[in-house]
């Protein structure tokens, strides 16, 4: 049964810093991987988008990395805002089959 | 501005009562699904819906939630009676196609409430 792990649970970072989210998987047999942003109180916002053959897929200051060999995936913020604070899910789709999500990182970036 | 619309947003109900969550997928989008968000569990699978057809129900308490789409711009959960144990945001996402490019988009959820 395929499991998504987020680590860490919680981040904290001032304003400017460079970050990294990490999210793994225990099956590697994957179709894609797709990152989420939610809003407290509100709905998933898609991030970006991964297929299982491509290595990494960018959007303005995000920048997200598969290894599906080693089950793992990061989500690289540049410069990073009071803006970007929000929870960051990873979520894995194995298979023609519905996503398999993690818990989340909660990211809150102090001014 | 295309979106998925889920309704109502929030939902005060008393332990027995009947519940009726309504979900409008993307127009075009062929696959819907229905999620469950607490602290505790995260997001859960609770069924899922191709061309209209339920492909899995069986992340649902089969005795007391069932799901429907009764047409392709409708995707309806019910749960009957509920419990305080209901109590969760309840999320619509809908996507488009079979193979691995199927990208899901989510609605706003509603966040239901059982005393």
């Known amino acids: 049964k395929q499991e998504v792990t987020q680590i860490p649970a919680a981040l904290s970072v001032p304003e400017g810093e460079n970050l990294v989210l990490n999210c793994s998987f225990t099956d590697s047999a994957i179709y894609n991987l797709q990152w989420f942003r939610q809003d407290p109180g509100k709905g998933l916002t898609s991030l970006l988008l991964?297929?299982?053959?491509?290595r990494e897929q960018t959007s303005g200051r995000l920048n997200a990395s598969l290894d599906k060999s080693s089950g793992r995936s990061t989500l690289y913020i540049a410069a990073s805002q009071p803006g970007d604070s929000a929870t960051y899910l990873c979520?894995?789709?194995?298979?023609?089959?519905?996503?398999?999500f993690g818990k989340g990182t909660r990211l809150s970036v102090i001014a | 501005d295309a979106r998925v619309t889920q309704t109502p947003r929030h939902k005060v109900t008393e332990m027995g009562q009947e519940v009726t969550m309504r979900c409008q997928p993307i127009?075009?989008?062929?696959?819907v699904f229905w999620y469950r968000q607490t602290m505790m569990q995260g997001l859960e699978l609770l069924a899922y819906f191709r061309n209209r057809a339920p492909l899995d129900d069986s992340g649902m308490p089969k005795d007391r939630f069932s799901a429907e789409m009764p047409d392709a711009t409708l995707a309806t959960l019910k749960i009957q009676p509920s419990e305080p144990r209901d109590s969760a945001v309840y999320f619509c996402a809908s996507g488009f196609g079979q193979g691995s490019y199927n990208e899901q988009f989510f609605g706003p959820g509603t966040r239901l409430t059982v005393l």
């Open positions: 127009l075009g989008h062929n696959t």
């Open positions: 991964i297929q299982s053959s491509q």
């Open positions: 979520a894995v789709r194995p298979g023609n089959t519905p996503l398999v």
